[in-house]
């Protein structure tokens, strides 16, 4: 497997649509590289990831010359069992692919999710389906405690991979636990794939300090980069999945994984130093990964107001807050319009407080 991996849940877009001839130019990009692992799900961009992935790549390549993985969500298995069936028929009708490299119980955390899957029979029938030949390898995507993920794996030897947020933000955070949930990982000699690497696109800049101090050790390298770099330096990690959402992106990301480099002694110091500057850091911990825009009933864009938030929060700029919050609902909700409903809540992977966070918004920037 390449050390990146192509993520596929931020695509490009143009006119509010995917864009299907930048994501082709990028699929070629990344194709040409040598690289060739596809991550998406069915619920990504809106449930149309799937659909435009069959465009871009299962249709203008041939089938063993790629890695596609997608999930299966239980929060969207309104018929349980039924549902399960249902989508995973859906998801080979929208990819065309025949068959799944990697398939996923989709963010496995404790309570209700876990104890859906077991409920409706997942592991055993994802086992079915692997005998069947419409599954290669099985595992989940995880957004659980580390207690939940070791008993998981003590009790499901069948599983071969697991996917896990990680990256030097999130190493010590105490409601996604990267370091922990790593350390259990190698306790199963378990390979992992990463996911949010950068945290959103949060980890693509710095404080001045230390984009500096990067920027002396290697001027070329965007800070982005450092990120990617972190995750994939460590021992057990099978692919680093990105989220590209352009070319330059793309571009970036292969000039960091062409001839790959892990950190250095030195370089990890500063990735310390950047570690200790974000305990300082008072913006929402929000990755933009839309789960909760799905079911939202007030189509609030939560994501983007905590952005608008996060502005206010770190920079105290108001002004380009309330602008940019002032556009923003034009087409959407308003963080005060939330009924409090919690179906927000009950998906975020990050386990934010997101009706508490919207309250907190729509003081700042409602009128």
């Not at 991996?5 to 299907?20: A, I, Q, S, V, Y």
């Not at 599983?159 to 636990?177: G, K």
């Amino acid at each position: 497997m390449p050390k990146l991996g192509f993520g596929l849940m931020r695509l490009p877009e143009k006119d509010g649509e995917l864009d299907l001839e930048q994501l082709c130019k990028m699929v070629d990009a990344y194709m040409a590289s040598g690289m060739n692992y596809f991550d998406t799900a069915y619920m990504y961009c809106g449930g149309k990831s799937e659909s435009i992935i069959k465009k871009a790549l299962v249709e203008r390549y041939p089938r063993d010359s790629f890695t596609l993985t997608t999930k299966l969500p239980q929060w969207m298995m309104d018929e349980g069992i039924d549902g399960r069936d249902r989508i995973f028929n859906e998801q080979l009708a929208r990819t065309g692919a025949g068959y799944f490299d990697y398939y996923l119980l989709h963010s496995v955390e404790d309570g209700a999710n876990y104890e859906g899957y077991v409920k409706y029979d997942c592991f055993n029938w994802a086992m079915k389906k692997k005998e069947e030949g419409l599954i290669r390898h099985f595992g989940f995507s995880f957004h659980g405690t580390p207690e939940l993920l070791d008993k998981i794996l003590s009790e499901h030897p069948e599983v071969e991979i697991v996917q896990i947020q990680m990256n030097y933000a999130d190493w010590e955070n105490p409601l996604v636990q990267s370091g922990r949930l790593y350390e259990v990982l190698r306790k199963y000699n378990m390979p992992f794939l990463v996911m949010e690497p950068v945290k959103g696109g949060s980890l693509a800049s710095a404080s001045p300090e230390v984009e500096a101090e990067m920027k002396k050790i290697k001027p070329d390298a965007s800070v982005a980069s450092w990120a990617l770099r972190f995750a994939a330096s460590l021992p057990g990690v099978a692919t680093v999945l990105s989220g590209m959402s352009n070319e330059e992106q793309m571009n970036d990301n292969l000039k960091t994984f062409t001839n790959f480099e892990p950190l250095s002694e030195e370089e990890r110091k500063v990735i310390e130093k950047a570690q200790d500057e974000l305990k300082k850091n008072p913006t929402v911990p929000c990755t933009s990964c839309r789960y909760c825009c799905d079911g939202c009933p007030q189509q609030i864009s939560i994501p983007d107001v905590f952005r608008a938030l996060n502005t206010i929060r770190l920079y105290g700029e108001k002004d380009r807050a309330q602008s940019y919050y002032e556009k923003l609902t034009q087409t959407s909700g308003k963080a005060g319009d939330c009924i409090q409903c919690g179906q927000c809540e009950s998906v975020c992977p990050q386990h934010l407080s997101i009706i508490s966070l919207l309250e907190e918004a729509s003081e700042k920037l409602d009128k």
